[in-house]
């Protein structure tokens, strides 16, 4: 299924002194709402290099080691259900304060586990705010943003994941000396305060205002970004695209049956899968233990893993500075060959002897397939499932993708250290590999283009093209 991309003509960008305004207010919601990616990219990173030491504070096996990694995703799955339908009743600023709390208290608790089961319930329950956080947070940003920007703004989230790995990564080299693996992990509360203040000074978006009748609300923050004539127009669009979902009253989850809904659902759904079958997080998580199997010693493969955080910063930028001109399809699917090309490699590469230049080569193979899935599959599949789905049902279907993204997320964690055990890294690589050539087939197939389009204009397209297709 491919949507049209015919444009529309929206309320466009202020000019002069407001257009400064409203440049400072979208720059400072990003900044706030964003620490939640921030978070999301920490606590999942922090594991890469505190994993070694409580390997060893704990004597864990393969198994135990899948166990501690994926119990925060296995949280992060129910926490983006239950944020996508609490985002649609208690609003998305209302929903990341929630997110917020929780993150503070599970990273104490993560902190202070004195036992593997107390860890896993802990971990468990800061995966509740990383799973909220991260259907929330660019579901506020897409809400919020002017069309013009939009894809701008919500990949900002994106480079707060990955900036918030390479935070991680940089507090664990420097905490590796002294093997404090707690204070990696009890850092992470830090960022936490800082976004659970900031968002009393946020409002909610226009999208979810209307959504509850609050339409003055809903003009006050359009004020703040959109010319004066240009209101009414935007005020009307949410309000038409919302009475187009309520011709009958029935529950969320009934409105998912709708045929093309449900047609956007199976494909948001196919897109969370396809971002995490292809290895990405498993280096997140694994990098260390990845370069330790080529020789490296373990304090020189964590401080390593800085180069494959510090390349996610640098090309989901260039990423962000691409979505908005060269469109969702051609990133993904340019991005899915690059990652194909580069696991390929990194399997053989693995089939070398030991040796100081073949773990460089693994190094510089990790690092080239971040570079290609970050500024391309992994910016545009959070930028098209903030997108795609209908405002009755945003909250939710967002949620229910992210859902199944983070159980995916959770199956790969749990296995790949049995897997890496059982049958090597060249052919768990190569696996990931034939897994990115099948994603590029799916994608060629049903991913939608949402560039350039209003949210509410994109969904009578998208509307049009599922029902055709």
Known sequence: ???????????????????????????????????????????????????????????????????????????????????????????????????????????????????????????????????????????????????????????????????????????????????????????????????????????????????????????????????ADGIAAELARIDHARSLEADARRGAWQELRTPWVRRLLLVGVGLAVVQQITGVNAVIYFAPKILATTGLGTNTAITATIAVGAISVVATAIGMSLIDRVGRRPMLITGLAGMALALGLLGAAFRLPHSPAVSFLVLGLMVLYMAFMQATLNTGVWLLLAEMFPLRVRGLAMGTAVFVMWLVNFSVALAFPVLLEAVGAGTTFWLFGAMCVLSLLFCRRYAPETKGLALEDLEEELRRAATAG
């Open 1 to 227: 299924m491919t949507a049209s991309t015919r444009q529309v003509a929206p309320a466009g960008p202020l000019e002069g002194a407001p257009a400064r305004r409203a440049k400072r207010f979208l720059v400072g919601i990003a900044a706030i709402a964003a620490l939640g990616g921030a978070l999301f990219g920490y606590d999942t990173g922090v594991v890469s290099g505190a994993l070694p030491f409580m390997e060893r504070h704990f004597g864990l096996g393969s198994l135990g080691e899948g166990v501690i990694t994926s119990a925060l995703l296995i949280g992060a799955a129910f926490g983006s259900l239950a944020g996508g339908r609490m985002s649609d009743s208690l609003g998305r600023r209302n929903s990341l304060l929630w997110a917020g709390a929780v993150f503070i208290g599970g990273a104490i608790a993560v902190a202070l586990a004195p036992t593997v089961p107390f860890m896993a319930a802990a971990r468990f329950v800061l995966g509740l705010a990383v799973g909220s956080a991260s259907v929330i947070t660019p579901l506020y940003l897409s809400e919020i943003a002017p069309p013009h920007i939009r894809g701008r703004l919500v990949s900002f989230n994106s480079l707060m994941i990955v900036s918030g790995q390479l935070l991680a990564y940089l507090v664990n080299a420097v905490l590796a000396h002294w093997a404090a693996w707690r204070w990696m992990l009890g850092l992470a509360a830090v960022p936490a305060v800082a976004l659970f203040i900031g968002l009393f000074f946020l409002p909610d978006t226009p999208r979810w205002y209307i959504s509850k009748g609050r339409p003055d609300d809903a003009a006050g923050v359009l004020r703040r970004t959109l010319p």
